[in-house]
């Protein structure tokens, strides 16, 4: 550790009962330790501080600033790539401890610290009936969730999680506390809606609540037989392409390889926000025959309450293509040729998950949000193909690999006809342009607004994790 770096560390100590947590604590363990991927959890920062109140992030952000101490932003750390969430050497604000759960009076309005877990948001809105277009995973963060814009069960009905929200609180690189919304700072307050950690520091956020009767919706995961591909990506194809989408109807498809074994598993996870146990919408999905189901009348955190994963390597690398069972059909053919050949030490497995995103979830968010999604480009489905490894010398070729099978998914895509631009940034991979992808329009929008809240550049240099502007 240099001595600039200790006296970053050293400055803090004057912020009043504000937790700092050295290297070799139990408190800084704690924190590495829950970082979803092993590339951000083995970094080491120089300390981990743990605000508890948005006066204390605005002391915190305000010395590191006059320091030029270099530090990154951490609400729940569920990004694969290192760096996006912690730092090797600078100061770690680790939010976890902003994690309140309230609503106003009428409960029209959730308001939810950034280090909140998604599980607990529902668990909290359930015992009175109502829900947020949250996450699909219990331990994802509110903050990272809604600033690459977040997808939700409830998305077809409301959006974009980030076009649910009416108000951001937010520290900005000078200390300040400030609202972004409709009214006030609304130019921020668009730029939140997908434009990542590039303006300052969230301390809570805002979301219109969605009244569930029961707290209960219908939901679970289907395993096939991967011999019934073709059935199940058509059933899929005919769900996303639908003319009337069924806004109540969120449905996800993923491709599983085991390196290892050499197999295939393909699952559905088809979710109706309603109480309706055989939706019209999934009939020709939930007839084809399966290996298992559990889909069944489920409160939400029943549904988002998955298997821990391990913290082992991983890799995204994601795209956005127009809605066709063909192209599906030749992903899957790509991806077989592609990682049946592919060995590395130790356990490999890949993953291809696809989620339509109608022209009906598009519109909620259209010309609100920064990412560009338009209407009149048709119904389309989110790709993003994940790999997990244990063995880090490999993490190379790995990730060559993914950007290997994602160039030529893209250049079939091309040829049929069905490539997007859009590259979703929470699905995105580290080398990929999100940002660009928003459209020159919209890209040239948040530098602007990066320059206005931030003329130094803060959060553009002295926060180097997360995908930037370019300013």
């Known amino acids: 550790m240099t001595s600039q770096l200790s006296s970053c560390c050293s400055l803090l ?4 009962q504000l937790h700092i947590a050295y290297p ?18 083995s970094l080491a920062p120089a300390c981990i ?18 320091s030029s101490c270099p530090f990154a932003i951490k609400s729940r750390g569920h990004a694969p790539g290192a760096g996006f969430a912690n730092i090797a050497d600078g100061v770690t604000i680790d939010l976890t401890s902003l994690a309140s759960i309230k609503t106003n009076k009428d409960a029209s309005v959730a308001q939810l610290g950034p280090g909140a877990r998604w599980i607990d948001v529902y668990s909290y809105l359930g015992t009175i009936n109502k829900v947020v277009a949250g996450g699909r995973n219990a331990d994802v963060g509110v ?31 000078s200390g300040a506390i400030v609202n972004a919304n409709a009214k006030t700072n609304p130019s921020l307050f668009r730029a939140l809606k997908g434009g990542g950690n590039n303006f300052g520091v969230v301390t809570r956020v805002d979301m219109r609540t969605l009244p569930l009767p029961e707290g209960k919706v219908l939901g679970g995961f289907i395993v096939q037989d991967i011999q019934d591909r ?25 491709i599983s390889y085991d390196s290892g074994k050499g197999t295939w598993m393909l699952a559905s996870a088809p979710v109706y926000t309603k109480q309706e146990a055989a939706p019209k919408v999934y009939k020709k999905l939930f007839a084809i025959p399966n290996l298992s189901s559990s889909v069944k009348i489920s409160k939400i955190p029943e549904l988002v309450n998955l298997p821990k994963d391990p913290q082992v390597n991983w890799a995204l690398q994601g795209r956005t293509y127009g809605a066709n069972a063909k192209l599906i059909s030749r992903i899957f053919d790509i991806a077989n040729e592609t990682f049946s050949g592919f060995h590395i030490p130790g356990s490999l497995q890949w993953t291809l998950a696809f989620a339509p995103l109608p022209t009906v979830l598009v519109a909620r968010g259209a010309n609100q949000n920064v990412m560009g999604t338009l209407p009149d480009q048709g119904n389309a489905v989110l790709l993003y193909i994940m790999a997990s490894w244990s063995d880090s ?7 060559s690999k993914a950007k290997e099978v994602l160039d030529k998914i893209n250049a079939v895509a091309k040829r049929m006809g069905l490539m997007h ?3 979703y940034a929470n699905f995105a991979g580290i080398d990929q342009k999100p940002y660009v992808s928003y459209g020159a329009k919209n890209h040239a929008f948040l530098r602007q607004v990066a320059k206005q809240y931030d ?13 930037k502007l370019d300013v």
């Not at 501080?49 to 006066?55: F, G, L, N, R």
């Open 49 to 66: 501080v743990k605000p508890t109140t948005s006066q204390d992030v605005s002391a915190i952000v305000s010395s590191l600033t006059a």
């Open 230 to 254: 073709e059935d199940v990506f058509n059933a899929f194809a005919e769900i996303a392409t639908a003319k009337n989408y069924d806004v109540h109807a969120s449905v996800s498809m993923t």
């Open 455 to 467: 003329p130094r550049g803060v959060f553009q240099k002295l926060v180097p994790g997360g995908f």
């Open 24 to 41: 070799n604590t139990t408190s800084y363990a704690a924190t590495r330790d829950a970082y979803w991927s092993f590339q951000e959890a």
């Open 143 to 173: 903050g990272g969730l809604i600033l690459g814009g977040g997808i939700s069960f409830f998305s077809p009905q409301l959006g974009f999680s980030c076009d649910s929200v009416v108000n951001f609180e937010i520290v900005l690189a």
């Open 421 to 423: 631009k859009y590259v």
């Open 13 to 16: 100590t004057a912020i009043p």
């Open 393 to 399: 010398a490999s993490s190379s070729l790995v990730n």
